[in-house]
């Protein structure tokens, strides 16, 4: 069973940074992509930023910019390095990782809280 668990969430002001981080266990012999996805109350849940094993990226438009993923190979953790936060950054963070063309697994989310 493969397990994905967020972590790095929190409440901080417009305009700060916050370090998210994902984290892998389980039966993984590799993984060939990973990124993050991110729900707001009463919308639907949104690709932020991808990243596949050989270092493409592709992110959402509306966090270009400001927000940066990267991710260990060797550990099977990706990160998420968000600058310049603003309120409508506002929501659950999910990790995802996608182990083949139809093999996806979540993480729980964790709550990013853009506030003064």
């Known amino acids: 069973q493969v397990q994905l668990v967020e972590s790095g969430g929190g409440l901080v002001q417009p305009g700060g940074s916050l370090r998210l981080s994902c984290t892998t266990s389980?039966?993984?012999?590799?993984?060939?992509?990973m990124g993050w996805y991110r729900q707001a109350p009463g919308q639907q849940r949104e690709l932020v930023a991808r990243?596949?094993?050989?270092?493409?990226?592709n992110y959402a438009d509306s966090v270009k910019g400001r927000f940066t993923i990267s991710r260990d190979n060797a550990k099977n953790t990706a990160y998420l390095q968000m600058n310049s936060l603003k309120r409508e950054d506002t929501a659950v963070y999910y990790c995802?990782?996608?182990?083949?063309?139809?093999?996806?697994?979540w993480g729980q989310g964790t709550q990013v809280t853009v506030s003064s």
């Open positions: 990243i596949t094993s050989g270092g493409s990226t």
């Open positions: 995802r990782a996608d182990l083949g063309p139809i093999t996806e697994y």
């Open positions: 389980g039966r993984i012999f590799s993984i060939y992509r």
